[in-house]
């Protein structure tokens, strides 16, 4: 199959759907933002904050929800929280006033905090190290067809009915909770991954000694043994202060920003989901007041810009897994640094002409590259994190994230109103002036490159101490 078996698939697909669910929420506000200014007497600053709130709860929840994903059953403890999730919609739905709307945007940010701690502690415990970047290309396809499915299908329909489209989101949660309840939970630290079943069939074979003479290790990731054949020195400092097992949130927190490589990932991701956001709530309104197109073309034009977004996706974490089977110990930040460039670049001529039979191409690799910047960095991510502590580093990151996630649409709203005029123009010049944390987000993928090894072979050595 596929992905490598029926249980593998199932833990994909239900992951998959997890991130979907999430993502077509954010983009529905988005979507439907025509509506809802009109029925709630509201602006792009009201829409912008109401994307705002909900994300600024949910980056301060990720931090407790990491530190849950690292000590108590992860598959219940998501369960429970898209149980809350879908009840909040519901609660979106009967909202009569903006500020009844935004009183459920902040139950449904604390909700939704639960999927990226949880969601990458997962990954790191079902999935053997050397093909994450394509597990995360699977999983992150949920994420974009989820956005896709809020601009189109939730967007049309928001057109008849907001509160229609909040209410089919709503529904959709609860069958979803049951199917991440009844996951297995994986054994910590990978040593009980789901090995495709093509590579066990492969096992069964007659087989060569390996061609070295390292040490393995159960628990060390493709990369970590690399590092370790290339002769990659840890960190000594950051090896004594992971002998303390248990750590707690601040000392936790203090190892997990001390790691060079994951500071400059995080600061980097934090600038490409800025855009995102502001991409992913503005976007239609820019394409119908820019290009001059109905709501249904641009819809479906966005749709099109998505299809590229999902070609990003499904190429580059592979390509980064195959870099790294290779011996390109930096490959899956190289690959990443390179489409946070080329991204820049192709948005440039895109957002200069009026034309949206020009500007499609562009849009589309744009798309492409902004998106395979993902898979191989989340990939990444586990490599340099001693498995003990994926949950605590991914909530910081997704409380860095979600921070920028949630200024984004304000900033995008206030920027547009009230600095470049409004209306189709003033977001044009908005998204070309926030084209600059977007060109940040390359610069820091390549200062990451010079430190990556080092924090690799860290981790490594943190995963050889007694337990």
């Known amino acids: 199959m596929l992905f490598g ?24 506000v988005g979507a439907a933002a025509t509506e809802l200014r ?3 007497t509201i602006g792009n600053t009201d829409i912008g904050l109401l994307v705002a709130v909900s994300s600024v709860v949910g980056a301060i ?14 598959t219940w403890t998501l ?30 940010g604390a909700a939704t905090a639960a999927a990226g701690p949880v969601v990458a502690s997962l990954v790191g415990d079902y999935f053997p190290g050397g093909e994450r970047g394509r597990i995360y290309s699977y999983i992150l396809m949920g994420e974009l067809v989820g956005a ?18 909040f209410v089919i989101l709503g529904i959709a949660a609860f069958p979803l909770a049951w199917a991440v309840f009844k996951l297995r939970e994986p054994e ?14 492969a096992s069964t074979a007659p087989q060569e000694p390996p061609p070295t003479d390292q040490p393995q290790h159960p628990q060390f990731t493709d990369a970590q043994q690399l590092a370790i054949e290339h002769e990659v020195s840890p960190d000594p400092e950051l090896v004594m202060r992971a002998r303390r097992k248990r750590m707690g949130l601040i000392s936790a927190t203090r190892y997990v920003l001390a790691v060079r ?22 976007g239609v309104e820019f394409v119908t007041g820019w290009y001059h197109v109905n709501k249904a073309l641009a819809n479906l034009l966005m749709l099109v ?19 790294l089977r290779r011996g390109m110990l930096r490959g899956r930040v190289l690959i990443a640094a390179i489409a946070a460039s080329v991204t820049v670049l192709l948005f440039i001529p895109a957002l200069f002409t009026r034309s949206v039979v020009t500007a499609l191409p562009y849009l589309i690799f744009a798309a492409a590259a902004l998106s395979a910047q993902n898979p191989p960095i989340d990939a990444a991510r586990l490599d340099i994190m001693p498995s003990m502590l994926w949950g605590r580093a991914e909530g910081i990151r997704t409380f860095l994230r979600t921070m920028a996630q949630a200024l984004a649409p304000l900033l995008f709203g206030l920027f547009s109103d009230h600095l470049f005029g409004g209306g189709s123009s003033g977001l044009r010049w908005t998204f070309v002036v926030m084209l600059l944390p977007l060109g940040a987000s390359a610069v820091f993928l390549f200062r990451a490159m010079r430190t990556y090894p080092g924090d690799v072979a860290t981790a490594g050595a943190v995963s050889k101490l007694p337990s």
């Open 5 to 28: 078996g029926q249980a593998r698939t199932r833990v994909i697909v239900v992951l998959a759907c997890v991130l979907g669910l999430s993502s077509a929420d954010a983009a529905t």
């Open 38 to 40: 009109k029925a709630l």
């Open 305 to 323: 810009v998505g299809g590229g977004a999902a070609l990003g996706i499904m190429t580059a974490g592979p390509v980064g897994d195959a870099l």
């Open 261 to 282: 490589t994951n500071v400059a990932l995080i600061i980097s991701g934090a600038c490409g989901y800025f855009f995102l956001a502001g991409v992913q709530t503005f």
């Open 148 to 165: 896709g499915a809020g601009f189109v299908f939730t967007g049309d329909i928001a057109v008849l009915s907001w509160r229609a489209a």
């Open 61 to 74: 929840a990720s931090v407790p929800f990491g530190m849950l994903a690292d000590r108590v059953r992860r």
């Open 188 to 201: 910590r630290g990978g040593a009980g991954a789901l090995v495709s079943e093509t590579a066990v069939r």
């Open 79 to 108: 369960s429970l929280a898209i149980v809350l999730w879908g009840s909040c919609m519901f609660w979106s739905a009967t909202a009569g006033s903006f500020g009844g709307l935004l009183l459920a945007r902040l139950g449904l």
